[in-house]
């Protein structure tokens, strides 16, 4: 499942970047740290099994759970952090390369952040602007078709001045609008963006190194090959085999690094890998369906071992409306959302695995409002069937999906569920994110996709624009899995994205609905629980549940 962040609500209700300068004025210069103590010890390698590959390892392209929570939040150096800690300190962005909060001016569309001297990349090379700047100029190669580009190139949100044009070039330059002066780096935005800290705040915009390419990824990394500037860094990265991150000798930070490295091992079979971990031959891992309950019972609801966590994450299938079968047929669309069985897919995961939904953003959510649109716990096979009539064509629809358990048995349930509306599966699986490219790039035969999407900062353009925004449509790495082109939807979300505070919160709400009721080109189905289990080596007291990942934060675990 991809991954996204969240910005601190606090900063959200502040609703326009022009006053991000007030709330800032006089604000402390401070590294993110954890004041979490007693600790058993520093030292000792954590030992992580993983069933799937991450998404990508260039930090440029990486946008997966995994990747974002485990591998970036160790070894990222942002301009901005936030705090090894737990809600709501840890969803609070400190000052981290940055010293102190930037200088926001000019109608809140400039910000002047001023780099700390003495900071190193892992390769032992000096930060400073440039390396920031070198970022965003990676963000916006058309070569590279990073998925971070919308965030900083959009019109209709943060668009840094000369961004686009720069993404228009073979070797992308530097955007006319960042300027380095000494130990400055000054990002000048077309239009004033209430989120602009959060999105440069992203492992995307990290400190990178110049030597990188600007037009090719890294995809194997040995020795230094991926220097970072945060507690940790990759040594060794194979595709589809191992990660290992190890701790940053050139790092003098307040973050927590008590670990001397971080093992991944890529590829382990569920069963054998959670056994592992109870057996103490892991120490982190993946956990079967059915092992939920038992864990729960046995070793108690986050007081320990086991650890369930609410998060913002929402599964859905993405219905490609760019294809025959569901292109101009949103009552196809509809039919699907009315036929599937929301309780019985999410049943496959096991106890403490969520609730069902049915809108695409989360319960709680800025902007949501409950408008019981589909049903939850059983299916109007009748309403589906009278929507679906005649429009079906031959039916056959092909089905991506991943191959790890649950999601073959998900499949099965909307095989059977499909069948009743006239629609025959031709499942396709895919090994980890690999769907997620799939389905991401232009023109690619998928009808359905099972997916979902986590928050990048709690404001409803996240869900609503970059999920479903024409205008963002690229040919690779896209968002818009269900390639929603409608030209006045686009010009409905354009709009809501000008807005600020209860207006804009009011306006996304109300078109989250009319999508979702009217358009339907997701059929959401799940809120999911962050659930995580470790070995008797992890010191307890060392795990911080991350209100930003949505994961235990690595970088301050400790080994008994």
Same mark, same amino acid.
């Given at each position: 499942?991809? +991954?996204?962040?969240?910005?601190?609500?606090?900063?959200?209700?502040?609703?326009?970047?022009?006053?991000v300068?007030?709330?800032?004025?006089?604000a402390?210069?401070? %590294?993110p %740290?954890?004041k979490?103590?007693?600790?058993? +010890?520093?030292?000792?390698?954590?030992?992580?099994?993983l069933?799937?590959?991450?998404?990508?390892?260039?930090?440029?392209?990486?946008?997966? $759970?995994?990747?974002?929570?485990?591998?970036?939040?160790?070894? $990222?150096?942002?301009?901005?952090?936030?705090?090894?800690?737990?809600?709501?300190?840890?969803?609070?962005?400190?000052?981290?390369?940055?010293?102190?909060?930037?200088?926001?001016?000019?109608?809140?569309?400039?910000?002047?952040?001023?780099?700390?001297?003495?900071?190193?990349?892992?390769?032992?090379?000096?930060?400073?602007?440039?390396?920031?700047?070198?970022?965003?100029? +990676?963000?916006?190669?058309?070569?590279?078709?990073?998925?971070?580009?919308?965030?900083?190139?959009?019109?209709?949100?943060?668009?840094?001045v000369?961004?686009?044009?720069?993404?228009?070039?073979?070797?992308?330059?530097?955007?006319?609008?960042?300027?380095? +002066?000494?130990?400055?780096?000054?990002i000048?935005?077309?239009? !004033?963006?209430?989120?602009?800290? !959060?999105?440069?705040?992203?492992?995307?915009?990290?400190?990178?190194?110049?030597?990188?390419?600007?037009?090719?990824?890294?995809?194997?990394?040995?020795?230094?090959?991926?220097?970072?500037?945060?507690?940790?860094?990759?040594?060794?990265?194979?595709?589809?085999?191992?990660?290992?991150?190890?701790?940053?000798?050139?790092?003098?930070?307040?973050?927590?690094?008590?670990?001397?490295?971080?093992?991944?091992?890529?590829?382990?079979?569920?069963?054998?890998?959670?056994?592992?971990?109870?057996?103490?031959?892991?120490?982190?891992?993946?956990?079967?369906?059915?092992?939920?309950a038992?864990?729960?019972?046995?070793?108690?609801?986050?007081?320990?071992?086991?650890?369930?966590?609410? %998060?913002?994450?929402?599964?859905w299938?993405?219905?490609?409306?760019?294809?025959?079968?569901?292109?101009?047929?949103?009552?196809?669309?509809?039919?699907?959302?009315?036929?599937?069985?929301?309780?019985?897919?999410?049943?496959?995961?096991?106890a403490?695995?969520?609730?069902?939904?049915?809108?695409?953003?989360?319960?709680?959510?800025?902007?949501?409002?409950? !408008?019981?649109?589909?049903p939850?716990?059983?299916?109007?096979?009748?309403k589906?069937?009278?929507?679906?009539?005649?429009?079906?064509g031959?039916?056959?629809?092909?089905?991506?999906?991943?191959?790890?358990?649950?999601?073959?048995?998900?499949?099965?349930?909307?095989? $059977?569920?499909?069948?009743?509306?006239?629609?025959?599966?031709?499942?396709?699986?895919?090994?980890?994110?690999?769907?997620?490219?799939?389905?991401?790039?232009?023109?690619?035969?998928?009808?359905?996709?099972?997916?979902?999407?986590?928050?990048?900062?709690?404001?409803?353009?996240?869900?609503?624009?970059?999920?479903?925004?024409?205008?963002?449509?690229?040919?690779?790495?896209?968002?818009?899995?269900?390639?929603?082109?409608?030209?006045?939807?686009?010009?409905?979300?354009?709009?809501?994205?000008?807005?600020?505070?209860?207006?804009?919160?009011?306006?996304?709400?109300?078109?989250?609905?009319?999508?979702?009721?009217?358009?339907?080109?997701?059929?959401?189905?799940?809120?999911?629980?962050?659930?995580?289990?470790?070995?008797?080596?992890?010191?307890?007291?060392?795990?911080?549940?991350?209100?930003?990942?949505?994961?235990?934060?690595?970088?301050?675990?400790?080994?008994?």
């Amino acid at each position: 499942m991809h +991954r996204r962040l969240l910005l601190s609500v606090a900063m959200l209700a502040i609703g326009a970047s022009l006053l991000v300068a007030a709330s800032f004025a006089g604000a402390a210069s401070s %590294s993110p %740290s954890s004041k979490s103590s007693g600790v058993a +010890r520093k030292g000792g390698t954590l030992r992580v099994n993983l069933t799937e590959d991450v998404d990508d390892i260039d930090m440029s392209i990486s946008y997966g $759970a995994t990747d974002w929570g485990e591998v970036w939040y160790p070894a $990222a150096l942002r301009l901005l952090n936030y705090p090894d800690a737990k809600a709501p300190r840890g969803s609070r962005l400190a000052p981290e390369a940055a010293v102190g909060y930037p200088k926001v001016s000019n109608g809140g569309r400039t910000y002047d952040f001023t780099i700390r001297k003495g900071l190193r990349l892992s390769d032992g090379s000096k930060v400073g602007p440039k390396n920031f700047v070198y970022a965003i100029r +990676r963000a916006l190669s058309k070569k590279l078709n990073s998925p971070a580009g919308q965030f900083v190139a959009d019109p209709g949100g943060a668009n840094i001045v000369g961004a686009q044009a720069v993404a228009a070039q073979d070797v992308p330059g530097t955007p006319s609008g960042v300027k380095v +002066r000494g130990q400055h780096l000054v990002i000048t935005l077309k239009k !004033a963006d209430a989120t602009f800290l !959060a999105k440069i705040t992203m492992p995307f915009f990290q400190a990178v190194s110049t030597k990188m390419s600007l037009t090719t990824p890294i995809v194997n990394v040995s020795g230094n090959q991926l220097p970072t500037g945060g507690p940790y860094y990759v040594a060794s990265r194979e595709p589809d085999r191992s990660i290992t991150l190890k701790r940053n000798k050139f790092y003098k930070g307040k973050r927590p690094h008590n670990l001397d490295a971080m093992q991944f091992k890529i590829g382990i079979a569920i069963d054998p890998g959670f056994r592992e971990v109870e057996a103490g031959q892991a120490d982190a891992g993946p956990i079967p369906p059915t092992e939920h309950a038992r864990l729960g019972q046995q070793y108690g609801v986050n007081k320990g071992q086991y650890r369930v966590n609410p %998060s913002t994450c929402v599964s859905w299938l993405s219905l490609n409306t760019a294809n025959s079968l569901f292109g101009g047929k949103p009552k196809l669309r509809q039919a699907v959302n009315f036929v599937i069985s929301r309780n019985t897919m999410v049943a496959q995961y096991g106890a403490f695995a969520g609730q069902p939904t049915d809108q695409f953003l989360p319960p709680g959510f800025p902007g949501f409002r409950n !408008a019981n649109i589909y049903p939850l716990s059983r299916p109007n096979v009748a309403k589906a069937q009278s929507l679906a009539k005649g429009i079906t064509g031959d039916g056959k629809a092909v089905y991506y999906h991943t191959r790890r358990n649950p999601s073959p048995a998900v499949m099965e349930i909307n095989r $059977a569920d499909l069948a009743k509306i006239g629609i025959q599966l031709q499942p396709k699986s895919f090994a980890g994110f690999d769907i997620y490219d799939a389905m991401g790039t232009k023109g690619d035969a998928h009808d359905l996709g099972i997916g979902g999407w986590c928050q990048d900062y709690p404001d409803p353009y996240d869900y609503i624009n970059i999920l479903m925004y024409g205008g963002s449509i690229q040919a690779e790495h896209n968002n818009n899995y269900s390639y929603f082109n409608v030209p006045s939807y686009n010009k409905k979300m354009e709009r809501a994205a000008k807005l600020i505070g209860a207006a804009r919160l009011k306006a996304y709400g109300n078109l989250e609905i009319d999508i979702t009721k009217n358009q339907a080109p997701y059929a959401s189905w799940r809120v999911s629980n962050t659930r995580e289990f470790f070995s008797k080596r992890v010191d307890p007291k060392s795990i911080i549940y991350s209100p930003i990942y949505e994961v235990t934060d690595y970088a301050a675990l400790a080994l008994k």
